[in-house]
């Protein structure tokens, strides 16, 4: 093992981390705020792929590609919370089941539209580099999924820490009843939690198909990855999200690179003892 | 400014509140009393809109506020002091007071509050779960005033506080009905509640089963022996 391979798989480790809080932040913040355990959001990842291609074939544009990935997937969730699940606060039952079959229809969609052939999201000349640092070689694509993360994540935190609305929104994670009580329109709130997760987990759908690519089973194959990432971090909390996410990433990738045939109890053994020491997670509070 | 007429509310199948009727005028301070359990939370609740009554009005201020969702009883100027206080735990003080805030006439500032209770501007930057019980109640006041509120639920605010804490409590509810606020008050201590009351009303098994001027129930020792367990 010499130190080219720690630091090259650490950095793997990094940048595939940094997708998951992409798709994990949103994820944990929708439970949060609405309690709602979202199974339909690794859809929102792979449905925004999949428009991401559409629109990256249509116009060429990258740039585009995330930003229409992004707004589409927003559309599908505010339709979902407005329409459904507002319909059924407390039920967590009816909840898992409604949004598994919202998954499972995205899936059949999916498959209609975009057919069952994987395809990869052509990504920028500017983006297909390799940044080299004597012997070791950083694709410039995972840079940039780090940088894109990075922002994200700099920017929902002085949202949710610094500004009144994202007070608001931490009131209605901590005491949804009394944060009405006080004033504040909760509903709304929750919707644009809601589209933002989505739009969150497209944007991570587009970025990733750029690089894992985008095919059938995609929404089933992070699904377990994102909860991970929630459930370690603890939910609701975007810090945990950001720690769990560079967890889960370099537990995933060290794992793989280490021990191929162990590679899901590397990463499943240490959740299981971070939640017998701590329930409700790193960040989280009951 | 409030008026209750035949609220029945339910938690599932439990008839909890089993047709309350009552009325609070601009400026008064109504106290509920009665023995735990016996409907008064559920009747703050019913209020607000937490648990909408099942049958029966809720007017305020000239509104059918019946099924109103809170924010909005809010918005018309109902504030709340819930039992338990119910601070933001992961807010900071100032940020609890900050989400409250409501542009309707600007009678409550965030240095108003702070003046009525400066404990709160000295631990201003501390999140609210840090406080002591007695600053967290100052907080779930501060908060609710942050509202701009006519009327102002208070469920047991005394609850768990130090007797000299209790008196705090008392100056604060004095000062607000100097004020013009109007206030339901729900209260287990006899004595704070006579003091500041107008009327009492006693809840027993979610009815109400006395009405009278606090003067007439001091000298009821019969009705306070039997719903209220004072000898
Ligand atoms: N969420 C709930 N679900 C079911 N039953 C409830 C619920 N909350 C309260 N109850 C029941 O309703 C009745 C009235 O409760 P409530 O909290 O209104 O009493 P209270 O007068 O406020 O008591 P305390 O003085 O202890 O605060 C009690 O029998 C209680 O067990
Ligand atoms: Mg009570």
Redesign the pocket.
Known sequence: MTAEFWITQAFNGLSYGALLFLLASGLSLIFGVMRIVNLAHGSYFMLGGYVGLSVVWRTGSFAAALVAGALAIALIGVGMERLFLRRLPGQTLGQVLMTVGFALMFQDLALLIWGGDPYTIPVPATLQGIVTAGALRFPTYRIFIIVVASLVGAVLWIVLDRTRMGAMIRAAVDDREMAQGVGIHVPVVSLGVFALGAALAALGGVIGGGFLGVYPGADFEVLPYAFVVVIVGGLGSLPGAMVGSLLVGLLDNFGKALFPELSYFTLFAPMALILALRPTGLFGRA | MLELSDVHTY??A?H??QGVTLAVGPGEIVTIL????????????SIIGF?PPRRGRVGFKGDDVTRWPPFRMVERGMALVP?GRRVFASLTVRENLEVARQSRTGRWTLPRVFELFPSLGNRARNRANKLSGGEQQMLAIGRALMTDPDLLLM??PT?GLAPLLVREVGRVIAGLKRDGLSILL?E?NLPLALAVADRVHI?SR?QIVHSSGPADLMANEAVKSRYLGVA
């Open positions: 938690y599932g439990s909890v509140l009665g023995r735990n359990g016996m409907g008064k939370t559920t009747l703050i609740r648990t039992q469920d047991e609850e729900v287990q809840l979610g």
